[in-house]
Each structure stands twice: as structure tokens, then as C-alpha cells.
């Protein structure tokens, strides 16, 4: 059985630094993308950032040059480094994991972790 637990946030002023963790326990397929999701109040859930087994990334337009998602595969774990953070990033964070065997993917969801940018 898979789990993703997430780990990091909290309350940081504008321009600060986070950084949130996740580590995934349990048998994923070789080919997986683990990322970042969040949502805030009254909005829908968007993309974040995310990064595939074989290392490439892909970020929403509104984090670029100032988010860093990585991986370490030896521990299973995904990493969201967020510098420069505004008031507009605040929201709940998710982590997710993609596996895929074959034809079947697999959707995994860790609870969310709160992020707060506020003076």
C-alpha cells in the first residue's frame, strides 16, 4: 500500500522561504511523477510542480525562477524549495504521486500541508 506524507509549511512573511517534503512509502511503478498541487480558498486545485522518475520537471507559470521541485530516489521522498513568496501563494499544498505499470496508472494524494505568506 502506498503513502504519501507530506511534511514543511507554515507561516512565513512576503519574500521568505519554505520548504516542503514528502516521502512515499509502499511499491511504485519504475515510470512515476511525483509533485505538488495546491489549492486555495474558493478556488479550484492547480499544478504546482512536478517531477518525473527520469528527472524532468514542469512548473506552473505563476512559481517559475522562484520554486524548485527535486527528488531523492534513494528515499523516496520529493522536495518543493519555495523562495521569494508572496501573498498569493498561500494556500493548502498537496502531494502527489503518478505510478504507472503498463497501461494502469495509479493517483495518490497526501494530506495537505498549509502555507501561509503574511506580514
Known amino acids: 500500500q502506498v503513502q504519501v506524507v507530506p511534511s514543511g509549511g507554515g507561516l512565513v512573511q512576503p519574500g521568505g522561504s519554505l520548504r516542503l517534503s514528502c516521502v512515499v512509502t509502499?511499491?511504485?511503478?519504475?515510470?512515476?511523477?511525483m509533485g505538488w498541487y495546491r489549492q486555495a480558498p474558493g478556488k479550484q486545485r492547480e499544478l504546482v510542480a512536478t517531477?518525473?522518475?527520469?528527472?524532468?520537471?514542469n512548473y506552473a507559470d505563476s512559481v517559475k525562477g522562484r520554486f524548485t521541485i527535486s527528488r531523492d530516489n534513494a528515499k523516496n521522498t520529493v522536495y518543493l524549495q519555495m523562495n521569494s513568496l508572496k501573498p498569493e501563494d498561500t494556500a493548502l499544498y498537496y502531494c502527489?504521486?503518478?505510478?504507472?505499470?503498463?497501461?494502469?496508472?495509479?493517483?495518490?494524494w497526501g494530506q495537505g500541508t498549509q502555507v501561509t505568506v503574511s506580514s
Open positions: 509502499g511499491s511504485l511503478g519504475s515510470i512515476n511523477v
Open positions: 517531477v518525473t522518475s527520469g528527472g524532468s520537471t
Open positions: 502527489n504521486v503518478k505510478s504507472f505499470r503498463g497501461l494502469r496508472q495509479d493517483d495518490y
